[in-house]
């Protein structure tokens, strides 16, 4: 992209800026990664991932959206377009690093305390969070395919079979069943630990 174009403004559109990325005008690129920075920042951050791994996801997002910024076709989708491309890349980096950890604010292996009805006794709370522990636990125990496919299928909003089947190299017809097949090794992590404790 080339510089020299007229200065962009805070006023313009994102559709406004798209368009004048793809004429050329450097202070529009500027603008755009500014104006969406703290959006593929929080969706990095929310799949766990380390610091410097939130620093790769952010580098191979926006070099993504660059690269592949014509082929968007709709310049005022570009917000959903980018979340797309972040989350693709959290889940890339989460696959390369191994790190298969629950992800999103409100699925039942990460439901926290400060989701929890602040008038909770303090053993109900004491019960929940043992459950999450031993959920996570067991998780833990399940083969990589299992946790990356639970991993995916926990996030806050899901991807789709369409991009699960990209992610872990199977079929899309597959998702559904590979999906029941692991709830039910999970379920059977579950019950074996109660067994081991009642031991």
Same mark, same amino acid.
């Given at each position: 992209?080339? *510089? !020299? ?7 313009? !559109?994102?559709?406004?800026?798209? $368009?004048?990325?793809? /004429? !050329?005008?450097?202070?529009?690129? $500027?603008?755009? *990664? ?30 993504? *959206? ?6 968007? $076709?709709?310049? &005022? ?20 690093? +191994? ?21 909770? /006794?303090?053993? &109900? ?9 031993? *959920? ?7 083969? /990589?395919?299992?946790? /990356? ?19 872990? +190299?199977?079929?899309? +017809?597959?998702? +559904? ?23």
């Amino acid at each position: 992209m080339s *510089v !020299g174009q007229p200065t962009v403004t805070a006023d313009l !559109g994102t559709a406004e800026l798209v $368009r004048d990325c793809l /004429a !050329g005008a450097q202070p529009a690129w $500027r603008a755009l *990664v500014e104006r969406y920075s703290a959006l593929v920042w929080k969706i990095a951050r929310s799949h766990r991932l380390s610091s410097a791994d939130c620093e790769e996801v952010y580098q191979l997002t926006w070099l993504r *959206v660059y690269q592949h910024l014509a082929n968007l $076709r709709e310049p &005022h989708r570009f917000p959903d377009w980018l979340t797309t491309c972040a989350r693709r890349e959290s889940l890339k980096q989460v696959s390369r690093t +191994g790190r298969y950890l629950p992800i999103g604010d409100s699925t039942e292996f990460e439901r926290g305390a400060a989701a929890a009805d602040q008038s909770e /006794a303090p053993d &109900h709370a004491l019960l929940r969070d043992e459950r999450r522990t031993e *959920v996570l636990t067991a998780l833990r125990r399940l083969p /990589a395919r299992d946790q /990356a496919l639970l991993t995916l299928l926990s996030a806050d909003p899901a991807p789709g079979y369409d991009e699960i089947s990209r992610v872990l +190299g199977v079929a899309r +017809g597959s998702v +559904g069943p590979l999906r029941g097949r692991a709830l039910r090794r999970l379920a059977e992590e579950l019950e074996a630990a109660r067994r081991a404790e009642r031991r």
